[in-house]
């Protein structure tokens, strides 16, 4: 039955992926053994020369302004980058293919007709971005983390949606990043490509499956990525490396022009967004994706143009400290309550807010959910090549007993389950108005992303604080809070904490000072479904707030 | 196993329901032979006095207006269709219960109410709205036609959703109609309370399930009508019975509030929508059911406020002749082509539109869809009275093989069939601006809304022209063809059509120009997804053209 053996494949795919980076730009990183390698992001690199630390460092927002000042070339602008996401693959190993002599091309074309015409070609005129594997790129890799699919490329006419638009509007593309088997595990790591690192702290995961868009974000190898996000997969990464991003409602951005190991479930679905270094760039890519009137190319999006959001003048914020499941680490409820403090003394209000349902019960659901084929289609193709199942997965069916088919029944009371769980929530969030000061429910949700500022290698964490909002189907952002790492000094183990049962047990046995050291914090806030612009507009108070940033 | 035998539950249902029409009420029109009862509406009925004709022929628009002007009370209101209703039932079968007392305190209340304060209740003040079987309405039967449900009946706190604001803006129920058993049967017939007859020709269906609802619409029982559609089951009733109606895309309105005998399945979910007399009353209550902001109590409703549509001069309707599976019978295509004369003879273009992929095949994965679970909560409720299946349904189950629970990895492959029908249906849309006149894609797609102008009792029909639009999840309306009937002479048999296949072919052989002989004929007019408000403005254009009514 096996085709070709697992291992020679991952050998064959890594020699070719490593080809793939120019010569010049191969370097041997084998001896640093520093946990963090952000100094090669901040104080840069030999090979990056300091008008390439000045493109990469702009936001994509200031990017697109100087190059429509012709400052910078939309060539140099990909050599730029590329150099710069060369590096930080090499640090971290988050890319499966580069093509970066295809980028250049395309920059070279977008700077001939700039110069021809006087005209942008588009809104996004030489705008790098990063392609994660399961997006469809013509000619390019799509492998799901499989050694079965290790040489599946897409064809011109499978590009759609979000990327067929950012070609369109005037995107470079010049690399893929790779993604976790199947997808459903929230680190980037594979049998075929490895395990993806923590550029902060290597020693944790970057979390995943977005996990090569948040590096490239936070090393400036790009400065505008797209994620997917089922369970976490934008989120997750995004806060582990300390990055802003938008996990939308269902139906708000386009997603055709994708596709998985196994077609996409509907009752808890995937949804696209952006991963960036700043919330006006988040804005920028959000705005446009909605601009581009989705619904007329996803047969599933939603026609709700852009509205612009009008807040009050102060905020109403609920606070989740915990979901009753999985404490979070002392780093995050740090941050929490200093969040809190600062939005107090800003004037904000804080409402502690308590989840209406036991989020135990509910992750069971949505893992049935997730898993209604009991893996068979992933089974499948690890069998193609003999593959072995990635630990996490192996600990997370194993903790789930996920191991066969549901039968229709099955699927349509897990759907019933969800609609219960999805208005038990909205009638939460409603009735939080009887019980503000201000009188109105609250405006957006603060919540952990995960119980800790990241976890570590090949280890099936409580995904609990993510997979909530998709199973319940509301926008998520990322808030990145400046200048605060998991601190083995400030964050100690509270050894007097006695865990409520075997997640919080488990989570709290995992929490170690010193493994965390130096991992960025970041927190989520969670928005009201389809009201994508107000969410924005509130993170842009709060990132005033929190991070003294203008928006 | 049984519990109680299903013929003796039937009986005392029935017995139980006939008692709950008023005795002065009661008359017997077993000595009634004609095919059409439709003169008891339009000439009237002893029991009814010219006052209540008066009241009853109004549309709910103007019956608001006239309760606000002090013209009527709401007890009078009432009580004129409730006389009415009870006249409609008893020579159509189509009530489970009538609850006229409690109908008749409601609109006492609303009459105290408006005499002491000077103020209406709500925007619905006095208005009388019939009550489908599956909705929760507090203390009243839902059975879903089976007898192992036949004495459940909803608490105060199941009520939710449109009934529950409907009672708020101040409408008055009175009865509930019934629905076929598990309301997958495009009639209304169950073992429980027997076959429903289409007042304008008993020999022919009203159509289903909502079929209570089209008949108190056309025999003036109710003003207002709220049926349930997932797979035709608002459109062919309406359209059977020459009435207005809207089956919107999912999540416009709100859906909770109402329960079937199995959990909704949401691959191709249902939608609640309006069946009315007139499209201003189309419109009244597609406009409240959006102001009410439905995405505050729904968790999956979409937040979409109404939009005032802004139309081009001229339409281009796209023209869907046959979907290549059953053509449609002679009454229908004339209908159709008449319908394109007047368009074009206004100045409308028409375009010739023709389905990008094999309606039988959609048709089959739809069912599928429906019927994951293989009908096994169905199965069980029928085994606990020993009731058998209904012709309809086993019909259905022998031809499209359904007899087993599907598995996880089927269901995905379902969803992500539909999925490619929706972009290949989007596409087509989209893709006809290259060949119209006008240069842009069709305003709305004119087709027929069944292969008949109604069907035979206990028949499986060809579902697929309202079904295919369930899958798809567009919207559609029903118009009436004012005065345009199925006609013997005018629509003899096309004794030389030469059936394409077995469907065409059997559904050929349904055609018989005597029996279908006055059933109205009316057709579908589809819209883009989420906008109704688009399709609601193009149906008033159609329906001054077509019928010449100003709404």
Redesign the interface.
Known sequence: MVKKDWKEIVKESRARRDMTIPEKWRVDFSNEKSASIMHFATEGHPLVSERQKEITTLSAGALLQAIKDKKYTCVEVCEAFAVRACIAHQLTNCVSEFFIEEGLETARKLDEYYERTGQLWGPFHGLPVSVKDHFHLAGHLLNTGFTAWADFRNKPEDEDGIFKELRKAGCVFFMKTHMPTSGMVLETTSNLWGNVYNPYNRKVTSGGSSGGETIMISMYGTPMAIGTDGAGSIRCPAGFCGNYSLKPTS?RFDY?GQSNY??????VPGVPGPICRSLSDVKLMSKFLIDVEP??????A???PWRESVLPEKLTIGLLKWDGVAMPHPPIQRALREVRQKLEAAGHEVYEFEMPFDCEEAMKVTMNIY????F??GKKLLAETGEPLMPALEQLFRFYNIDR?????E???L??QR?KY??Q??TAW?DTATKTKSGRPIDALMCPISPGAAFAHDLFPWWGYTSLFNM??YPGITLPIKGCFSDKTKDPKDTNYTPVGPWDKYTYDQYDPDLFHGTPISLQFVG????EEDLLQISQVLDKVVNNVDN
């Open positions: 139906g055709t196994a077609p996409n479930q509907v009752i619904w007329t190319n996803d047969p599933n939603v026609a709700i898993f209604q084929s009991g068979a289609e088919e549901l039968t229709g029944s699927s349509f009371k759907a019933a609609n999805r208005k929530f909205l409603k319940l189907d009201k479904r389809f009201f």
